[in-house]
């Protein structure tokens, strides 16, 4: 991982830099979206500390992240499909040596047929509004395989996401200036906003494109926009720290090869700043009055706290009486996810 990305603010910028401000409020892209999805659910994750185990899809993204990131450790004309797909091995060696629990989510997780995206879940019921269906997460079983069946094919279905980066981009044409990096920055001069981003590609003429690798299934209208939001969370905090507003987000979809490019202007991100602070405000609030109401939605299939939700049937454990006032500027895990 290469060291975060601090950079001066643009000249004649009144905004400080973030370390030096006093503990304050935060927000990353995926707690953001956590407390706009459910309330209840930012409590759990950011202020309870609840454990969750990532899912198996989850592990594949992070795996697929980590190859491409390192693809760009080669000489540029070794970064071939073929260098890629050697990568996945080594890279899930050193994702067991750091968190060597995954093999467990892997051994763990039962074998299913269709869509496991939560996140393409949330979305669609974002999008659709349709009533809440506990257990609807659960797909048809097949046969269990034994563990080195199964492992085998995870690492090969995480080759079989590579063809599809390979198909919309030549990394032997591109050098990036950053990658898989923390970016943060301080907005209405008291909320710092900081998460990873995949990758930040910096033309000669200083054009900055943010981009981003979806591993799950196919985009979905609502699903983009709850990815665009993280990207123009990204472009938001590239534009105070570098002076310049992003000339291209980009999706890029590896299951079904695609890439969805959007670019932003200045006033559109002056209304996701003042989107983002009415967020942190509603936040705090919540907070302020112990007050975090579950919002359920066919997310809920994938919530891990079911069982504490009271729409469940379940009851919350008593609110914390001391909170880590950095509580919510870490970037969490998925930030760096999906
Ligand atoms: S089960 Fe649903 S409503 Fe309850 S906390 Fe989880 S996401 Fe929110």
Redesign the pocket.
């Known amino acids: 991982m290469t060291a975060p990305t601090v950079s001066p603010p643009p000249p004649g910028s009144p905004r400080r830099d973030p370390a030096d401000r006093p503990a304050g409020p935060s927000l990353s892209p995926s707690r953001a979206a956590d407390f706009k ?2 309330p ?2 930012f409590r ?1 994750r950011t202020i309870d500390k609840l454990p969750e185990q990532p899912s198996a899809d989850q592990v594949r993204g992070t795996l697929v992240h980590a190859v491409l990131e390192t693809l760009f450790d080669l000489p540029a004309a070794e970064r071939t499909p073929e260098a890629a797909a050697a990568l996945v091995e080594p890279a899930w060696q050193r994702i067991l040596t750091e968190e060597p629990g995954v093999a467990e989510i892997l051994a763990a997780a039962p074998a299913r047929r269709g869509v496991t995206d939560p996140a393409a879940v949330a979305a669609e019921a974002d999008a659709s509004g349709l009533p809440v269906i506990p257990g609807q997460a659960a797909l048809a079983d097949v046969p269990e395989p034994d563990e080195a069946t199964r492992l085998s094919a995870f690492l090969d279905s995480a080759r079989a996401l590579l063809p599809g980066y390979f198909a919309v981009e030549d990394p032997r044409r591109l050098e990036p200036a950053e990658r898989e990096s923390l970016v943060s920055t301080l907005i209405d001069d008291e909320l710092l906003i900081r998460g990873y981003i995949d990758r930040l590609d910096i033309s000669p003429a200083g054009d900055l494109r943010v981009v981003d690798y979806k591993t799950g299934g196919a985009p979905r209208e609502a699903f983009e926009g709850r990815a665009l939001f993280q990207l123009k969370f990204y472009a938001l905090v590239l534009w105070r720290t570098h002076g310049v507003v992003p000339r291209v987000l980009r999706l890029l979809y590896l299951k079904d090869a695609e890439a969805l490019d959007y670019s932003p202007d200045a006033e559109e991100l002056e209304r996701f700043e003042r989107t983002l602070v009415a967020l942190s405000a509603a936040i705090e609030r919540a907070k302020r009055d112990q007050d975090f109401r ?4 066919r ?2 299939g994938w ?1 891990s ?2 069982a504490l ?1 009271p ?2 049937g379940g009851t919350p454990p008593p609110y914390p009486t001391t909170t880590d006032p950095a509580a919510d500027s870490a970037p969490a895990d998925d930030d760096r996810l999906a």
């Open positions: 999805t459910c209840l659910l759990f579950p919002k359920p939605s997310l809920c919530c706290h079911q939700c729409e469940f």
